[in-house]
């Protein structure tokens, strides 16, 4: 599997036990929508490699307690420290038009329903409290929290997503 391929989910962050257990942080939004992977993909000298599931624990803040199959060791799992960790892009699982991966809307252009067009989705600040969507507008940095409700319409064939910001917010950046 190629790096074009797949998706980075976090990085294997320390050891968890001392049998080879690692603690994973997931790097995702909604961490849970990951517990159900068979194998994740590691990036060792360049190449990704596959490693199966022998365990997964999700723990609190982002971090999932991990066993792997052939990681037996506090060696072994020594070795996967501070390690990027992907998953295919096929494993993600197909979202309606009000949802998204935070990946795949970096480019997006940001329609407001009442401003109109407010720039382009320049990243997600993934705050765990209160997640941002970072919005370039004519070089002004534009931060909308990702509430329910802001996404009205994710276009994925142009690319758009539609939102409807919170009366005067967008005005504070405007004006």
Same mark, same amino acid.
């Given at each position: 599997?190629?790096?074009?391929?797949?998706?980075?989910?976090?990085?294997?962050?320390?050891?968890?036990?001392?049998?080879?257990?690692?603690?994973?942080?997931?790097?995702?939004?909604?961490?849970?929508?990951?517990?159900?992977?068979?194998?994740?993909?590691?990036?060792?000298?360049?190449?990704?490699?596959?490693?199966?599931?022998?365990?997964?624990?999700?723990?609190?803040?982002?971090?999932?307690?991990?066993?792997?199959?052939?990681?037996?060791?506090?060696?072994?799992? @020594?070795? $996967?420290? /501070?390690? *990027? &960790?992907?998953? !295919?892009?096929?494993?993600?699982?197909?979202?309606? #038009?009000?949802?998204?991966?935070?990946?795949?809307?970096?480019?997006?252009?940001?329609?407001?329903?009442?401003?109109?067009?407010?720039?382009?989705?320049?990243?997600?600040?993934?705050?765990?409290?209160?997640?941002?969507?970072?919005?370039?507008?004519?070089?002004?940095?534009?931060?909308?929290?990702?509430?329910?409700?802001?996404?009205?319409?994710?276009? @994925?064939? $142009?690319? /758009?997503? *539609? &939102?409807?910001? !919170?009366?005067?917010?967008?005005?504070?950046?405007? #004006?």
């Amino acid at each position: 599997m190629d790096l074009k391929d797949s998706i980075y989910i976090g990085q294997i962050a320390k050891l968890h036990g001392y049998k080879g257990g690692v603690s994973l942080f997931l790097d995702v939004s909604h961490p849970d929508e990951y517990k159900d992977i068979e194998s994740f993909f590691v990036e060792l000298d360049g190449l990704l490699t596959p490693f199966f599931v022998e365990s997964f624990k999700l723990k609190n803040k982002g971090f999932a307690a991990v066993k792997f199959q052939g990681v037996d060791s506090e060696q072994e799992a @020594r070795a $996967l420290l /501070k390690k *990027k &960790v992907f998953i !295919p892009e096929t494993e993600l699982k197909e979202l309606d #038009d009000s949802n998204f991966y935070d990946h795949e809307i970096i480019g997006y252009e940001v329609e407001d329903e009442v401003k109109g067009s407010i720039g382009k989705v320049t990243a997600i600040a993934d705050l765990k409290l209160n997640p941002l969507l970072i919005i370039d507008f004519n070089d002004k940095e534009v931060l909308l929290p990702l509430f329910d409700g802001l996404i009205v319409h994710v276009d @994925r064939n $142009l690319k /758009k997503l *539609k &939102v409807k910001a !919170p009366d005067g917010l967008i005005d504070l950046y405007l #004006d």
